[in-house]
T-cell receptor
Framework: AQKITQTQPGMFVQEKEAVTLDCTYD???????LFWYKQPSSGEMIFLIYQGSYDQQNATEGRYSLNFQKARKSANLVISASQLGDSAMYFC??????????????FGTGTQLKVEL | GAGVSQSPRYKVAKRGQDVALRCDPI?????LFWYQQALGQGPEFLTY????????KSGLPSDRFFAERPEGSVSTLKIQRTQQEDSAVYLC???????????????FGEGSRLTVL
């Protein structure tokens, strides 16, 4: 079974600074996908960024970038120029095949990010 | 709205009562997922539908949990004889096959928060 580990329960960052949220994973599948989702206090999960295991370059989406280190099995999220609206829970996730067809996401326990003035 | 809609947003049930949670996915989305999110945890997979077919229900915690999607659009998650450990946020997510293959992005609703007293 696949496993996602997020070791930072909470992080603080000052507005306009960059912050890195850690994520390590474990899988025996040669092909996999890694994701980051943001969950504000409203509760919905918001997709941020995706990295495929065979992608040659690290994924970037605006202020979000994924620092993918395959040999170390890490997929850290970097948020540049933090904004107050970035305060939320952040989840790392991995796509896992389902035996009946299709696939599911396995999530980590999350990191609560607080952006301060 | 154009997003995934879930109802009710909040539900309080007495232990032993049956509850039904509804999910309206984005129109045209073939794939539909249910996740359970306990307080302070990441979402945990419950079940997956492709159109009206329930392809995987390996995450359902007991036979008190039942999900259906009879016409391949709206889905209902039913919990019979609720227990206190069923208290959680139940998240529904949908995606088109093409989007999921390309990026794996799931579109989540805001969830239904169930409290069992």
């Amino acid at each position: 079974a696949q496993k996602i580990t997020q070791t930072q329960p909470g992080m603080f960052v000052q507005e306009k600074e960059a912050v890195t949220l850690d994520c390590t994973y474990d899988t025996s599948d040669p092909s996999y996908g890694l994701f980051w989702y943001k969950q504000p206090s409203s509760g919905e999960m918001i997709f941020l960024i995706y990295q495929g295991s065979y992608d040659q370059q690290n994924a970037t989406e605006g202020r979000y970038s994924l620092n993918f280190q395959k040999a170390r099995k890490s997929a850290n999220l970097v948020i540049s120029a933090s904004q107050l609206g970035d305060s939320a829970m952040y989840f790392c996730a991995m796509r896992e095949l389902l035996t009946g067809g299709g696939n599911k996401l396995t999530f980590g326990t999350g990191t609560q990010l607080k952006v301060e003035l | 709205g154009a997003g995934v809609s879930q109802s009710p947003r909040y539900k309080v049930a007495k232990r032993g009562q049956d509850v039904a949670l509804r999910c309206d996915p984005i129109s045209g989305h073939v794939s539909l997922f249910w996740y359970q999110q306990a307080l302070g945890q990441g979402p945990e997979f419950l079940t997956y539908f492709q159109n009206e077919a329930q392809l995987d229900k390996s995450g359902l915690p007991s036979d008190r949990f039942f999900a259906e999607r009879p016409e391949g659009s709206v889905s209902t998650l039913k919990i019979q004889r609720t227990q206190q450990e069923d208290s959680a946020v139940y998240l529904c997510a949908s995606t088109s096959v093409g989007e999921y293959v390309r990026t794996g992005e799931l579109f989540f609703g805001e969830g239904s928060r169930l409290t069992v007293l």
